[in-house]
């Protein structure tokens, strides 16, 4: 047995993962499935501001109330129908959600560290409540902005806290089920928000109050439901309750046979305290594979372009000469196909592997995104419409493709980046996850207008290009993570083509953190041994 506080191998990793995979025990337990439930509604905000954010942007009151520059646009007969909703305002008020999460998300890292998952994710509830009864109550832009801005702060905490929270609660071998709850509860509310879009364009002139609103009712579910969750062993280990840790793994585990994971808790949660910066921390060449997974898994979750269809997809249908009813219509079956596609991900994540899914989601989303631009390419000029026939094969091959996000790069762009990181940085790790994520979303959110205008159907072009990319990054440099340990995650890194050259070897090597000298793991059991 090793001495309470270790502080690294000679190799820069850390002293856990020592191979206690295949003496973990336990199952899942009603509790695991109950707070998981609970902490996954979370995801039924993003979710729901997601798909609500571009019908009421296009619901007549709605802009004639704050937008009335685009009104006057969205009439004129002869507007180009690439070009008609391009404006910067109509923009921010979608994008302006993401800046504020980005920065919220920065700021979780260190309150979900400290004070454990359970608080940042009530953080995350109540300022979404609040910026939804602003936005519900809204008399001018401004109060808009702010609404969306404190909607911001809570998806900023909520993705931080809750993406950590299922991993960590999920026994190893059905971390990926259980952490896909949330792309769940993500998808059942952008399907929910195409419903209530459907039917509140058709009450006048309030209807969009209603729809903006309604993001209430999750957000007193998660806030509510986080008071009474238990907060995660890990958690509880990283800040010092140990025995309070143990009794709550068996718990969880249904069996007190828990010593094997509940050592490399331990071992974890003493690295973790002897890091005092985490963010600087995990900027260091030992952390570097998670780092990069890190920032290019969620920008390339983003770079899909599957945010711009789903904000903006009323927007786009009526673009492409769909009537308004018809259009949200359109958007709530693209709504319908991502929740459903989102299960097949579930059912076959923990026995096909990650790579799989991930790569062939990826070839799917790239063959619909060159046919959807061929049609309209061919089909569909500035100032016209598309046939009946070619109007439903649009609607098809977008469904196919948010059918091929929603078993791949939707639910895995969070799974993989929350699964990945040592306890030491795990916070500060999904801290970035989840502030490129929300950057990447502001980003294309604010300009997906704008290139829809300039680009016109090679805006289909463009992301296939960027899902190319993403699909090769899969092959050369990601690797299967499937019924790995969350805290023997290290090992992979070590055994991947690519990273084992990138990580420090086991040359003997002098190195400080934080000025203490590196202590070789081994040197140090020996010496503790002819001690005892």
């Not at 979710?47 to 571009?54: L, N, T």
């Not at 590196?518 to 140090?524: E, G, P, T």
Request: hydrophobic share 45%.
């Amino acid at each position: 047995m090793l001495p309470p506080v270790i502080k690294e191998m000679e190799d820069g990793s850390s002293p856990v993962g020592k191979g206690r995979a295949e003496q973990y025990k336990g199952r899942v337990t009603v509790h695991v499935i109950i707070a998981c439930i609970v902490a996954a509604t979370g995801g039924s905000l993003f979710g729901y501001d997601v798909g609500i954010s571009g019908g009421v942007a296009s619901m007549d009151d709605f802009l004639q109330n704050f937008f009335p520059a685009v009104y006057k646009h969205k009439m004129e007969a002869h507007e180009n129908n690439y070009c008609k909703y391009n404006n910067q305002g109509i923009s921010a008020f979608t994008s302006t959600l993401y800046i504020s999460g980005f920065v919220a998300s920065i700021v979780a890292a260190p309150v979900t560290r400290k004070y454990g998952r359970r608080t940042s994710i009530i953080i995350g509830g109540i300022n979404f409540l609040i910026g939804s009864a602003l936005n519900a109550a809204a008399v001018d832009l401004e109060m808009l902005i702010i609404g969306r801005v404190l909607q911001g702060v809570g998806i900023g905490f909520g993705n931080q806290a809750i993406p950590l929270y299922l991993s960590e609660m999920a026994p190893t071998h059905f971390r990926g089920a259980l952490n896909m709850m949330f792309q769940v509860a993500t998808t059942f509310g952008i399907f929910t928000a195409n419903m209530i879009n459907y039917g509140t364009q058709q009450i006048q002139p309030w209807g969009w109050r209603l729809a903006l609103g309604l993001a209430a009712i999750p957000t007193l579910l998660m806030t509510v439901g986080g008071i009474f969750i238990p907060e995660t062993p890990n958690s509880l280990v990283e800040r010092g309750s140990k025995e309070q840790g143990r009794k709550l793994l068996e718990k969880i585990r249904g069996t007190n046979e828990v010593d094997a994971e509940f050592q490399d808790m331990l071992d974890a949660g003493e690295l973790a305290k002897s890091i005092k910066h985490p963010y600087w921390n995990i900027l260091k060449r030992r952390y570097r594979p998670e780092l990069v997974m890190a920032i290019c898994m969620p920008a390339f979750q983003i770079l899909t372009g599957i945010n711009s269809i789903l904000f903006y997809a009323p927007m786009l249908f009526q673009s492409m000469g769909f009537g308004r009813e018809a259009s949200l219509y359109s958007s709530a079956l693209t709504g319908v196909v991502l929740a459903l596609s989102t299960f097949i991900s579930i059912a076959t994540v923990d026995r096909l592997g990650r790579r799989p899914l991930l790569i062939s989601g990826g070839i799917q989303m790239i063959i619909c995104q060159v046919i959807a631009a061929i049609i309209l390419g061919v089909k569909f000029g500035e100032n016209q419409e598309l046939s009946k026939s070619y109007s439903i094969s649009v609607v098809v091959v977008l469904s196919l493709f948010v059918l091929a996000f929603g078993w791949s790069w939707g639910p895995l762009g969070w799974t993989v980046p929350s699964e990945i990181f040592p306890l030491e940085v795990r916070s500060a790790g999904q801290s970035i996850t989840v502030a490129v994520n929300l950057l990447f979303t502001f980003i294309i959110a604010q300009a997906f207008l704008s290139l829809l205008c300039s680009f016109k159907y090679g805006i289909f072009l463009f992301f296939a290009g960027w899902i190319t990319i993403m699909t090769i990054f899969v092959v050369l440099f990601l690797p299967e993570t499937k019924g790995i340990p969350i805290e023997e995650m290290s090992i992979i890194w070590r055994k991947h083509w690519f990273w084992k050259r990138i990580l420090p070897d086991d040359a003997d090597r002098k190195s400080q953190d934080s000025g203490t000298e590196l202590i070789n793991l081994d040197m140090l059991s020996t010496a503790y041994e002819h001690a005892v």
